[in-house]
């Protein structure tokens, strides 16, 4: 059992992208030195576009991904499928993510993990994801089609796992995601690092 301010805490729901994963896909297109101007096209094309979340949703395969890139701006088609083919590449470890679930499973608690992750970037980073084996399980938002925040990716975990929302306590960068687990009873922290830090020299 974990305190949380003044709640006793058996469950542990961690976002993954920002919290125990690096998701940075600003250093990676820099990677391919294109010009200013191709650069924000490319961006606004991948990153910054709604189209992102479909892929997030599970409602396109990830090749239909791929191409709804490319429709958003077909006249840098060769540059945004080269970008596309190395996405992985936003992805890389957290260097304290071993640490901070040792830390919990210490104090005895569940863990699991709620993420918006499409399938293709779940499938080409499971090299990063050797940490969820000594989960208690979770789920992605591209198996069963809805995303953060929509309350229901949220009730399928609790009711998945049985968990007690008030039992609960979810990490998660994103504002907007807790405020929709504490609509449900879920304890929540928006999430920085300096959070496990100060977890981990308070131990």
Known sequence: MYLYQGHAIRNIVFDLGKVLLQYDWETYLKSFTFD??????????IFRNPDWETGDAGTVTPEEWEELFVENAPEYEPEIRRVFAGIRKTI???????????????RGLKLYFLSNYSEKLHKDTLEHMSFLNDFDGGVFSYE??????????YQILLERFQLEPSETLFFDDRPENIEAAKKLGIHGVVFTPKIVYDMLQGD
Do not use: G, H, N
Not at 36 to 45: G, L, S
Not at 92 to 106: A, G, K, L, N
Not at 144 to 153: E, G, M, N, Y
């Open 36 to 45: 200013d101007k191709t650069y924000e096209i490319v961006a606004d094309a």
């Open 92 to 106: 890389s470890p957290m260097p304290y993510t071993e640490e901070w679930i040792r830390y919990f499973r210490q």
């Open 144 to 153: 069963v089609k809805c995303i953060k925040p929509d309350l229901r990716i």
